[in-house]
């Protein structure tokens, strides 16, 4: 069993010191970086005094750091402070050994994560699945066959708890062993959107809620394509799974690009506006997978990745046994297969997408499945 009470390894009083100093005004990320840079430490950068920091930041700015802090910022800290003695409450420095690798080497990692849930998922490898909030029934059925197969391969899924896919993407992945992180624009102390309450309550007790932003942070729209870069610096690559033509999703994946993660996409109709995105994706060199197991193939080759995923297991569950009985040796059509074995379509495209891991069917032209001979 994990340990809900697992604490980051910086002191209490050196934590109110980062939060003073991200809750200063005018302090934004790359003034921390620049200032860590010089003095290492944000308690440092307080006892630098005025004319040091005047090398380095504005003068007005110098004078606020090297004065007390002020009532509104002591009043954060005190309620951060009282935030983390709850149990499953987390926050990591970007000094902190917790801190996860792959975030901390992009270009602009967060000096700080309050985590809700298990802070020990932000070790595994994940993958991010992204895609529209107004999905289609067959995106938001992808994006929860998809999460749960790779989820099953040893990947924790990240998204951004946003309705639609990423909503499907968080669910499907909590019906796997591996899990699922949300990456929210808001404070942890706020769920946004309201309609995602008990699925953000789910994660946090299942999985891990993070975000860059101090609590009591509302939903506010500049938030949200920035918490874009940690969806993506977390993961090994991204998978769009349905996304309009200037879809917030296209941002993910290329900002996910631009870190150097692999991008896939999975397509659809010519007709469809909601495909379009994927295949400018596409056309741009993103990678079209079909299946979990074209994302997985090419995760293998990735550094980022490779000690992640484990083989897809050979044992069969009695669901999955029940459709091998069923389908025989011939192809066969998922529909007739779901009505022979009173399976909704649903929860038969998991089975298959199971034996196909496996190694026991295989996808044929026109969407039928065939038995493989052992």
Not at 106 to 119: E, H, R, V
Not at 218 to 228: E, M, T
Not at 272 to 299: M, Q, T
Not at 339 to 368: F, I, K, M, W, Y
Request: proline content about 7%; glycine content about 8%.
């Amino acid at each position: 069993m994990r340990d809900t009470d697992l604490r980051p390894p910086a002191p209490a009083a050196l934590l109110a010191d980062w939060i003073r100093l991200e809750q200063t005004p005018g302090v934004g990320g790359a003034t921390v970086r620049k200032l860590l840079a010089e003095f290492a430490s944000p308690q440092r950068i307080f006892d630098a005094g005025y004319r040091a920091l005047c090398d380095h930041v504005p003068a007005p700015l110098a004078r606020a750091l090297s004065e007390p802090a002020a009532p509104a910022i002591l009043r954060q800290v005190d309620l951060t402070m009282n935030w983390l003695a709850q149990s499953g409450n987390h926050l990591l420095t970007v000094h902190d050994a917790a801190y996860p690798p792959a975030l901390a080497n992009i270009p602009d990692p967060p000096a700080l994560l309050y985590l809700k849930g298990w802070p020990e998922l932000l070790a595994a490898p994940m993958l991010a699945i992204v895609g529209s909030r107004n999905a289609s029934l067959q995106g938001r059925t992808n994006a929860e066959v998809f999460a749960q197969a790779l989820s099953c391969a040893g990947l924790t899924i990240v998204s951004g708890l946003a309705l639609g896919i990423d909503a499907c993407a968080h669910l499907g992945a909590l019906a796997g062993p591996s899990s699922t992180v949300a990456v929210i624009g808001t404070g942890v102390d706020t769920v946004y959107p309201a309609r995602n309450h008990a699925l953000a309550h789910r994660i946090a007790e299942e999985g891990c809620i993070v975000s860059e932003y101090a609590l009591g942070t509302p939903p506010l729209s500049a938030n949200f394509p920035r918490r874009n870069r940690i969806i993506s610096g977390l993961a090994a690559g991204v998978l769009v799974v349905e996304a309009a033509a200037r879809s917030g999703s296209l941002i993910t994946a290329q900002v996910a690009a631009a870190q150097g993660r692999d991008v896939f996409a999975i397509p659809g109709s010519i007709h469809s506006s909601l495909s379009k995105g994927c295949h400018k994706l596409i056309k741009e060199g993103a990678k079209l997978v079909e299946s979990a197991a074209d994302v997985l193939e090419e995760l293998r080759m990735s550094p980022l990745a490779t000690m992640a995923i484990a083989a897809p297991a050979a044992a069969t569950s009695r669901a999955g046994q029940a459709v091998l009985d069923a389908m025989g040796y011939e192809p066969a059509e998922p529909d007739a297969l779901a009505v022979h074995c009173a399976t909704a379509p649903g929860q038969l495209s998991l089975v298959l997408l199971e034996l196909e891991l496996a190694g026991h069917v295989e996808r044929l032209p026109g969407g039928l499945f065939q038995r493989i001979e052992r």
